[in-house]
């Protein structure tokens, strides 16, 4: 393959690339503590795993979206039910450390 095609394919490739992968750059802050722990792992692509997870938590809150979009409770229904699942939940724990209710 002369050196022109060559030259050909890799631009026609960069150019697929970039018409199919638009993306933009995103600066993410981290403590240096964390950046630490990252540098013990040299070979992840942390962009990657940045990417992922934020891929994974708009899913979730696109469901939250689409489940609660029809409701029809209102902010204090919703405060008043977490309230009381938090008391079950505590009084759940309370009861398997200490084996009693309270």
């Given amino acids: 393959m002369e050196y022109a095609t060559k030259f050909i394919n890799v631009i026609t490739f960069i150019h697929v690339i970039y018409e199919v992968v638009d993306m933009v750059s995103l600066t993410l802050s981290?403590?240096?503590?964390?950046?630490?722990?990252?540098?013990?792992?040299?070979?992840?692509?942390?962009?990657?795993?940045?990417?992922?997870?934020?891929?994974?938590?708009?899913?979730?809150?696109?469901?939250?979206?689409?489940?609660?979009?029809?409701?029809?409770?209102?902010?204090?229904?919703?405060?008043?039910l977490s309230k009381k699942v938090k008391s079950g939940i505590a009084r759940r724990l309370a009861v398997k450390r200490h084996g009693r209710s309270g």
């Avoid at 994974?56 to 979206?65: A, C, H, S, T, Y």
């Fill in 30 to 80: 981290v403590s240096s503590d964390l950046k630490a722990k990252m540098d013990n792992f040299p070979e992840l692509n942390w962009s990657e795993v940045a990417r992922s997870a934020i891929e994974k938590k708009i899913v979730l809150l696109q469901k939250l979206e689409e489940f609660t979009s029809e409701s029809e409770a209102t902010d204090k229904d919703i405060m008043s």
